[in-house]
């Protein structure tokens, strides 16, 4: 008797979707639309930074996260699909190959998250230090960022799994 996580295996294996995402340049195309929504987020960031706090910050960032999520939601299900669950699903249910993309694709994301998280101290203290060391963050800002590091945290991974992970074998016929 299969399990639900075998049931979800073999689902994501013979969606249609699974054989129009699986080629590596259909995979990057999303690769790079994922890739745009996430600046799309990192954008409001900036615009609440100017602006906050006004109704002008406020409408563009939900106009903006809006967008990002209307485009990114359907991205990375896909991208899960083209990946055939190598993130999605648990260990024992991927073959080494999988595993192996597994873990190269979270230890390349927890360097990528690590660059991004540096590039913000830095920045923070580039910032501040015009200001004789004192930087005012809007409290507008604090959710919005919490929540596009959480949704950079999550991707990065899908992103260079989907991007490095070679095409499935080719279906014997």
């Not at 002008?56 to 083209?82: C, D, E, K, Q």
């Amino acid at each position: 008797m299969m399990g639900t996580w075998e049931k979800r295996r073999e689902r994501l294996e013979n969606m249609p979707a699974s054989r129009l995402w699986s080629t590596r340049p259909a995979r990057r195309r999303l690769v790079v639309v994922a890739a745009a929504a996430l600046v799309v987020l990192w954008a409001g960031l900036v615009i609440i930074a100017r602006h906050a706090p006004s109704d002008l910050a406020r409408n563009v960032y939900l106009s903006m996260f809006g967008i990002s999520l209307l485009v990114g939601l359907p991205v990375v299900g896909w991208l899960h699909t083209a990946t055939r669950g190598v993130l999605y699903l648990p260990e024992r249910l991927l073959d080494e190959r999988q595993l192996h993309d597994r873990r190269r694709a979270y230890t390349s994301a927890h360097r990528a998250t690590s660059l991004v998280l540096g590039s913000l101290f830095v920045l923070a203290n580039f910032w501040s230090y015009g200001d004789r060391l004192t930087l005012t963050v809007p409290t507008a800002l604090v959710a919005p960022l919490a929540l596009t590091l959480f949704v950079t945290h999550y991707t990065i991974p899908l992103l260079i799994a989907a991007w490095t992970v070679a095409d499935p074998p080719d279906d014997d016929e």
